[in-house]
């Protein structure tokens, strides 16, 4: 499986959890809002490097809103 092969709707849904806990402003969330929005590899693989770079417990409190849906 491609590692790049992320649905939209999560990543929307990502951007949306990553927004509530580190703020709209934060490059992480504006990342993976530009992912979403335009679905290329390259804005993909940046908002996946930016999300790997988030604390752990930032990382884990986002998937676990996503979780919950």
Known sequence: MDETAIDREKMKDLAHAVAF???????TTKALQLAAASGTD??????????????????RAAFAMIDDK
């Open 21 to 27: 806990i580190c703020g709209a402003d934060h490059p």
């Open 42 to 59: 390259r804005d993909i693989k940046s908002a996946r490097a930016a999300l790997l770079k988030l604390k752990p417990g930032d990382r």
